[in-house]
Antibody
């Protein structure tokens, strides 16, 4: 059974940093691209970042470029999102999602809440 | 960047109704479009990929069509479990944008 479990969310002050993790199991993690998607309270889905299976290709939304860094450790079946210079508008539930063989974002974690507030 | 626009934003329907949601891309995305269902407090669930391919395990009452810039998600006979918010997403190019969502409510 495929499982994606996010962790690392919490309350942080504006300008602070946080590192999210996503532990994957039940599939060959090293073969698939991975993604972060966020959802602000009461709002829609916003794509944040994607990383290819071997980390060769990395993409960011303009809203986080230069502040967030996506990475992965295939030996540990883990995906990460380092978030720096956090702003109030970064407050959201952050989901990790895996690509499928032919489809995008076919498995999702349960999400982790990040709250940026003083 | 490609923008995705869904309509309507909210849809009121009854059990058994045929429901159609439209998604428009600001430029051609071929068939690189996915549809997701999200219920309150839950992660999104992939329903349709490549515009019309049904994800494994998804009921056949869900179908997708379209190519280029115009796409539709159809629920042939709305069931109680289908009341949720639906999102389209283009994955033709980065940034892979989502539509703003369509909430399907009970009439």
């Amino acid at each position: 059974e495929v499982q994606l479990v996010e962790s690392g969310g919490g309350l942080v002050k504006p300008g602070g940093s946080l590192r999210l993790s996503c532990a994957a199991s039940g599939f060959t993690f090293s073969s698939y691209s991975m993604n972060w998607v966020r959802q602000a309270p009461g709002k829609g889905l916003e794509w944040v970042s994607s990383i290819s299976s071997s980390s060769s290709y990395i993409y960011y939304a303009d809203s986080v470029k230069g502040r967030f860094t996506i990475s992965r450790d295939n030996a540990k079946n883990s995906l990460y999102l380092q978030m720096n210079s956090l702003r109030a508008e970064d407050t959201a539930v952050y989901y990790c999602a895996s690509d499928g063989d032919y489809s995008p974002f076919d498995y999702w974690g349960q999400g982790t809440l990040v709250t940026v507030s003083s | 960047d490609i923008q995705m626009t869904q309509s309507p934003s909210t849809l009121s329907a009854s059990v058994g109704d045929r429901v159609t949601i439209t998604c428009r891309a600001s430029q051609s995305i071929s068939s690189w479009l996915a549809w997701y269902q999200q219920k309150p407090g839950k992660a999104p669930k992939l329903l349709i990929y490549k515009a019309s391919s049904l994800e494994s395990g998804v009921p056949s009452r869900f179908s997708g069509s379209g190519s280029g810039t115009e796409f539709t998600l159809t629920i042939s006979s709305l069931q109680p479990d289908d009341f949720a918010t639906y999102y389209c997403q283009q994955y033709n190019s980065y940034p892979c944008a989502f539509g703003q969502g369509t909430k399907v409510e009970i009439k």
